[in-house]
């Protein structure tokens, strides 16, 4: 039961398996225009939802807001060009809902055809994408440059049984911490960035999941179930000193570390009650402070880099403004520190995923634009500005930047997905073009060979 609790908790669109998508084309994307001052003429309504998808850019040389870099992809025969529309995504009244079909009901997008990404630059050093894939028949842990070369399985070598997933990278990017349930349960495992050293660091009975490493790469956090109900652990990066910090009646999931390492948010069901956001601080972990409790769950907190602000998905009406609809969810933001929630999806639209850049300045997450089509959306922090990356076929889902603005993504439908890049320069690309499920993209924090 808390497995399956436990899995609920993470859930979503980025969980689930995703389908090959078109060969990606270069996209112009196009300049961001404030909503006070679009025209009535042109001002769109969002299609009606589903049930999963997030980020967008600017002009001139077009780039993603809080974007601070590029990230060069050469190609010998250039991609060709189709215009976008300069609309500005607002929110507005929509048509009523159309509830999405089962996943296995979904027509898989049509085999891409085209290769991996060309390059005729040198291979230099590049930030890497850490993401799952079972293109070699089960879950493994995959490696690939932003340019589409290097790919590499950094798992399957190391064993003959068992399942990969949830990688996440160490903040010197030496190694990667993930879930693997080769030993019989699922536990936290690490490796080096190369897939040498592998070794599982909880090796407890109960499931351990959602590893997340401390800003100073000392210590993990993580998810255990070991008395009954899911609880929040910490442990050294080398598997010593486990220690529950919550403790409660219910479960606790889903934890994420402030920026200055001090703290630990994380959803609670403590009470038995629906799952409200907390935030605990390591110097005094029994007493976590409850900065929201809406009367339906909530999940997936992210943490702004900055430490003001934290995301978090909830159902409509969880502010307060409006009927709870506990079938239709929202992306929210609230203070760190404590205050109001605050919708920044619309609240017509089923949105989630939420992922901060790395300035802070912008919000991407998915959201549905239709019942077959979710799209990655990105908000301008503190503007109201929200704008869509190009469409790709299918279902976009689980955004993630780089330190230089590059948002990664995949796309697809929930068995066969996709890995797409949008660079600062506005390009949309498929990196890997195969009909395996590919998910969960995760990017290095430093770049290497």
């Not at 679009?38 to 850019?57: E, H, K, L, Y």
């Not at 066969?416 to 499920?437: K, P």
């Amino acid at each position: 039961m808390v497995v399956a609790l436990l899995l609920a908790a993470c859930s979503g669109p980025g969980s689930l398996p995703p389908t090959p998508l078109p060969t990606a084309t270069a996209v112009p994307v196009a300049t961001l225009t404030p909503v006070a001052t679009i025209p009535a003429a042109t001002t769109v309504a969002t299609a009606s939802r589903g049930s999963a998808a997030a980020p967008s850019s600017t002009a001139g040389r077009p780039t993603i807001p809080g974007a601070i870099g590029t990230v060069v992809a050469a190609s010998p025969t250039p991609a060709p060009t189709q215009p976008v529309s300069t609309t500005v995504i607002v929110t507005v009244p929509l048509p009523p809902p159309v509830s999405a079909p089962p996943a296995a009901a979904r027509t898989p997008a049509p085999t891409p055809t085209a290769g991996p990404l060309a390059s005729t630059a040198p291979l230099g050093l590049a930030y890497r994408i850490a993401f799952v894939s079972n293109r070699d028949s089960t879950d493994d842990i995959w490696t690939i440059g932003a340019d589409g070369y290097r790919l590499v399985n950094l798992t399957h070598a190391q064993k003959t049984k068992g399942r990969d997933s949830d990688p996440q990278w160490s903040p010197d990017g030496t190694q990667i911490a993930f879930v693997s349930d080769r030993d019989g349960n699922s536990d936290i495992w690490t490796m080096n960035s190369d897939g040498t050293a592998a070794r599982n660091i909880s090796k407890t009975k109960g499931d351990n999941l959602s590893p997340r490493w401390s800003p100073d790469g000392r210590r993990i956090a993580f998810t255990a179930s070991r008395d009954g109900d899911a609880e929040i652990y910490i442990m050294n990066a080398d598997g010593t000193e486990q220690t529950n910090l919550s403790k409660a009646d219910g479960d606790d999931l889903q934890p994420v570390w402030s920026p200055d390492g001090t703290q630990i948010a994380f959803v609670s069901e403590r009470g038995k009650k629906p799952r409200a956001l907390y935030v605990l601080k390591l110097d005094a972990p029994k007493t976590p402070a409850r900065l929201a409790a809406p009367a339906c769950d909530m999940s997936n907190p992210a943490w702004s880099p900055d430490g003001r602000t934290i995301a978090v998905v909830a159902c409509v009406g969880a502010d307060g403004k409006g009927s709870l609809d506990p079938t239709q969810h929202v992306v929210y933001t609230v203070p760190a520190a404590g205050g109001d929630l605050a919708a920044v999806s619309d609240a017509k639209t089923e949105s989630g995923g939420p992922a901060w850049a790395r300035d802070s300045a912008s919000l991407a997450f998915w959201s549905y634009r239709n019942r077959d089509q979710a799209e990655i959306v990105i908000l301008v922090a503190g503007s109201g500005v929200r704008r869509t990356l190009p469409a790709t076929s299918g279902i976009a889902r689980d955004p993630t930047w780089s330190p230089d603005g590059t948002l990664a993504f995949t796309g697809g439908d929930f068995v066969i997905g996709q890995l797409f890049v949008a660079d600062a320069s506005g390009q949309v690309r498929n990196l890997v073009n195969n009909s395996a499920n590919t998910r969960t993209p995760r990017w290095s924090p430093q770049k290497s060979p």
